[in-house]
């Protein structure tokens, strides 16, 4: 059972929201890093997680001013976090339970990294990858 932290290791920090920014805002910060969605913080503090399915579902499909809506207004909480203690597999199986694809990482209080779920099928892939080239490993070593 891989813990999250070793799944970290290496990571940049990770791309955060303030809940004040507007939509509009929002939407270009997501698409110039290219991610999915962010963590949202207000004075430091984890309050929710904004997504381009939120920006879509509650502001573009009730047409909602970009500009006049602020994260705040559209973002999803409560969040569903893990630690760096957490294993992979936990992080996994609570975001399927709960349908997001995206868990941000706290330590101390402080949003230290975001996984997506996507990481994780990778960390899974790697993990397999590496058990199919010991058993082959093993099989030829032993003939």
Do not use: W
Not at 7 to 25: G, Q
Not at 85 to 100: A, L, N, P
């Amino acid at each position: 059972m891989l813990p999250v932290s070793v799944l970290l290791r290496n990571r940049p920090e990770p791309y955060l929201l303030d809940a004040e920014l507007s939509v509009a805002e929002a939407a270009s910060f997501l698409r110039k890093y290219r991610i999915g969605g962010a963590p949202v913080l207000r004075d430091g503090e984890l309050v929710g997680f904004a997504s381009e399915r939120d920006i879509v579902y509650r502001v573009v499909a009730e047409h909602r001013d970009l500009d006049a809506t602020k994260v705040a207004d559209v973002m999803s909480t409560p969040v569903v976090t893990a630690t760096l203690d957490d294993t992979v597999e936990q992080c996994e199986q609570e975001m399927r339970r709960v349908h997001v694809r995206h868990m941000p990482v706290v330590d101390g209080g402080a949003v230290v990294a975001c996984l997506s779920l996507r990481d994780l099928m990778k960390s899974e892939l790697r993990q397999a990858e590496n058990d199919v080239r010991s058993l082959t490993e093993y099989v030829h070593g032993s003939g």
